[in-house]
């Protein structure tokens, strides 16, 4: 429980140092917060990464709240246990490197799909009701930034698919590069 608290934690800190993309849309900020979940995930099961998820969100909530009446903590949650749980489950099969790069590459792309519905379905539309916002001055704003995007398909198409394969690519070269080097100490401090 101290190993997920921990990771969770570290989790929530990543959360806050963000960085937007110079060619995404405005509201898409890059961490590397699903890196503890990951790590977490194939070092202690998907319940533990599951609950990694969770103590990551407390964390962020505790200390800046939610700006969007908690569906983009809701999103983040859906978002981020579609990049692990593939992973994991896979890993967990056969723990190899290569069972933990197909994961990797299958949860990467579950997660792009989950975010891709839940954007869709859900952020943007709240963001449009919450922010007092039509979708046109939202697709208007992205389109200045990519002018690809011309509704909200085509901002899924050139601004969440490749948001979420940059970002979750990215956590998985650091996953696959140290996971190994850090398994051993992570799993005697959890005491398996």
Do not use: R
Not at 25 to 50: K, N, R, Y
Not at 69 to 97: M, R, T, W
Not at 98 to 123: D, E, F, P, Q, R
């Amino acid at each position: 429980m101290a190993l997920i608290g921990i990771l969770g934690a570290l989790g929530g800190i990543l959360m806050l140092l963000k960085t937007p993309l110079p060619f995404m849309p405005p509201f898409m900020d890059f961490d590397l917060a699903a890196l503890p979940e990951i790590i977490g995930g194939f070092a202690l099961g998907p319940i533990a990464a599951v609950l990694i998820i969770i103590v990551k969100l407390l964390v962020k909530l505790v200390i800046l709240g939610t700006s969007t009446a908690f569906v983009g903590e809701i999103s983040n949650f859906i978002v981020s246990c579609a990049y692990v749980l593939p992973a994991i489950l896979i890993y967990d099969h056969q723990k190899s490197k290569k069972s933990a790069l197909t994961g990797m590459i299958i949860g990467t792309l579950v997660c792009t799909l989950a975010a891709v519905i839940s954007n869709v379905y859900m952020i943007i539309p709240f963001y449009t009701h919450m922010m007092n916002l039509s979708l046109e001055a939202i697709i208007e704003m992205c389109h200045a930034v990519c002018p690809l995007v011309n509704n909200i398909w085509t901002l899924a198409l050139f601004g969440v698919v490749p948001f979420n394969l940059i970002k979750c690519g990215v956590t998985s070269i650091i996953t696959f590069i140290v996971y190994k080097k850090i398994s051993v100490p992570l799993k005697k401090f959890a005491g398996n």
